[in-house]
């Protein structure tokens, strides 16, 4: 499958890693040479593009993708085109490659722009997929949101994406907003993180010490809500027992109102997504 990105920045960067990564582990062995670059596998043939060539191209050489000038050279051929660049630049970009575009499968990773406003700049051979992710797709330990209308692409974005991690099917277009969930929850646990992390430092343990005692607690407790398929406050009341050191912990949290906050957090983003796409319909 030939897969083109155009955009690496962030998060069409991740996108690369993980979808080359994966190409290995899942069709041939990778290698790493000492300069700490990835050999090539055998899975999707990538091509990247931006507007900054330098950084295509150091990206490339990391992932052994195929780089291209420019968005035209890049699409030329392409079963899928992931669109990763900013909202403001996607309706330039997509007349530039309006032209090369044949029954490609175009999947935008942009925010808040709706399937419509793809509909009306490309051709209506192209079929169109929305995805949202975070950023721990390169890693393989990410979390992809997708609407595609048809059971064809959906079967070809969750075998491109399978190996960034978990990838979920949006019932409906507008579901996809939901996805903020786990793209800016990152942001709010990764706060968490850190204020722990400081606290550790405060009372002698190194910053390192610290932040992988609270970057694992994070890790683990999403791993037993998934795994375990417990409820969060059952597993709170499993690591909190009676008389215990960790209700009093909970008990500053809970008076700040710790969830109820997480909650507006979590709110405001899903909101926020839905207003921008609804103004760009």
Same mark, same amino acid.
């Given at each position: 499958?030939?897969?083109?990105?155009?955009?690496?920045?962030?998060?069409?960067?991740?996108?690369?890693?993980?979808?080359?990564?994966?190409?290995?582990?899942?069709?041939?062995?990778?290698?790493?040479?000492? +300069?700490?670059?990835?050999?090539? #596998?055998?899975?999707?043939?990538?091509?990247?593009?931006?507007?900054?060539?330098?950084?295509?191209?150091?990206?490339?050489?990391?992932? #052994?993708?195929?780089?291209?000038?420019?968005?035209?050279?890049?699409?030329?051929?392409?079963?899928?085109?992931?669109? &990763?660049?900013?909202?403001?630049?996607?309706?330039?970009?997509? +007349?530039?490659?309006?032209? +090369?575009?044949? +029954?490609?499968?175009?999947?935008? %990773? %942009?925010?808040?722009?709706?399937?419509? =406003?793809?509909?009306?700049?490309?051709?209506?051979?192209?079929?169109?997929?929305?995805?949202?992710?975070?950023?721990?797709?390169?890693? @393989?330990?990410?979390?992809?949101?997708? =609407?595609?209308?048809?059971?064809?692409?959906?079967? $070809?974005?969750?075998?491109?994406?399978?190996?960034?991690?978990?990838?979920?099917?949006?019932?409906?277009?507008?579901?996809?907003?939901?996805?903020?969930?786990? @793209?800016?929850?990152?942001?709010?646990?990764?706060?968490?993180?850190?204020?722990?992390?400081?606290?550790?430092?405060?009372?002698?343990?190194?910053?390192?010490?610290?932040?992988?005692?609270?970057?694992?607690?994070?890790? #683990?407790?999403?791993?037993? %809500?998934?795994?375990? $398929?417990?409820?969060?406050?059952?597993?709170?009341?499993?690591?909190?027992?009676?008389?215990?050191?960790?209700?009093?912990?909970?008990?500053?949290?809970?008076? &700040?109102?710790?969830?109820?906050?997480?909650?507006?957090?979590?709110?405001?983003?899903?909101?926020?997504?839905?207003?921008?796409?609804?103004?760009?319909?």
């Amino acid at each position: 499958m030939k897969v083109c990105i155009l955009g690496v920045g962030k998060m069409g960067s991740a996108l690369a890693v993980g979808i080359a990564r994966g190409s290995g582990r899942d069709f041939g062995a990778w290698s790493q040479n000492p +300069e700490g670059e990835i050999a090539r #596998g055998r899975g999707a043939q990538l091509t990247l593009c931006d507007h900054s060539h330098a950084k295509a191209a150091a990206l490339a050489r990391k992932t #052994g993708a195929g780089v291209a000038k420019t968005a035209k050279q890049a699409v030329e051929g392409a079963d899928a085109i992931i669109i &990763a660049v900013k909202p403001d630049a996607t309706a330039a970009l997509l +007349e530039e490659i309006q032209k +090369e575009l044949g +029954e490609t499968l175009i999947i935008s %990773v %942009v925010a808040g722009l709706p399937m419509s =406003y793809y509909k009306k700049r490309v051709p209506r051979s192209c079929r169109v997929a929305l995805i949202m992710s975070n950023l721990a797709v390169q890693i @393989g330990k990410g979390t992809t949101m997708y =609407y595609a209308e048809s059971h064809v692409d959906a079967k $070809e974005i969750e075998a491109l994406l399978a190996p960034t991690g978990a990838v979920i099917r949006a019932r409906k277009e507008e579901d996809i907003d939901f996805a903020m969930l786990t @793209g800016s929850g990152m942001a709010f646990f990764l706060a968490a993180i850190e204020g722990m992390a400081k606290a550790g430092e405060m009372h002698g343990l190194t910053y390192a010490q610290a932040l992988t005692l609270s970057a694992k607690a994070a890790e #683990g407790a999403g791993a037993l %809500v998934l795994e375990k $398929e417990i409820k969060p406050l059952e597993l709170e009341k499993m690591v909190a027992t009676k008389k215990g050191i960790t209700l009093q912990g909970l008990r500053i949290l809970r008076k &700040a109102k710790v969830k109820h906050h997480f909650h507006r957090a979590a709110h405001a983003v899903i909101m926020d997504a839905k207003r921008r796409r609804k103004k760009n319909r």
